[in-house]
Nanobody, 124 residues
Framework: QMQLVESGGGLVQPGGSLRLSCATS????????IGWFRQAPGKEREGVSC????????YYANSVKGRFTISRDKAQNTVYLQMNSLKPEDTAVYYC?????????????????WGQGIQVTVSS
C-alpha cells in the first residue's frame, strides 16, 4: 500500500506563499499522475491541480489559476504545489493523491492513494 506524505503547510499572511510537497517512500511516483485536493471546513473536497506522468500536462481549478504551480522532481520522488498570492479562501486541508490520468473534472473517485492531509491557513 502506497503511503503519501504531505509537508510544507502552515500559517501565512494574505499575499504570501507556501510550497507543499507530496512524497512517498518505498515506491516511485513516476508512474502516477498526482493531484492536489483541498477541503475547507464545512465545504466539500475540491480538486486544485493535477500533473500527468509525462509532466507535459497540468490542470488547475479556476480559483487557483495563475497563482498555483504544480511540478514534479523525479530525482526527489516528490511532487510540489507552489502557492503564491495566497488568499484567506485558500485556507483548507490540502491532500495529494495518485491517479492514472489527470482530468479537468478532478473526480476524486478516480484517485487511489491519498495522503493524510496538511493544514494551510491564510490569515492576518
Amino acid at each position: 500500500q502506497m503511503q503519501l506524505v504531505e509537508s510544507g503547510g502552515g500559517l501565512v499572511q494574505p499575499g504570501g506563499s507556501l510550497r507543499l510537497s507530496c512524497a512517498t517512500s518505498g515506491s516511485t511516483l513516476d508512474v502516477y499522475a498526482i493531484g492536489w485536493f483541498r477541503q475547507a471546513p464545512g465545504k466539500e473536497r475540491e480538486g486544485v491541480s493535477c500533473i500527468d506522468t509525462s509532466d507535459r500536462n497540468s490542470y488547475y481549478a479556476n480559483s487557483v489559476k495563475g497563482r498555483f504551480t504544480i511540478s514534479r522532481d523525479k530525482a526527489q520522488n516528490t511532487v510540489y504545489l507552489q502557492m503564491n498570492s495566497l488568499k484567506p479562501e485558500d485556507t483548507a486541508v490540502y491532500y495529494c493523491a495518485t491517479t492514472i490520468i489527470c482530468s479537468a473534472s478532478f473526480y476524486s473517485q478516480l484517485y487511489d492513494y491519498w495522503g493524510q492531509g496538511i493544514q494551510v491557513t491564510v490569515s492576518s
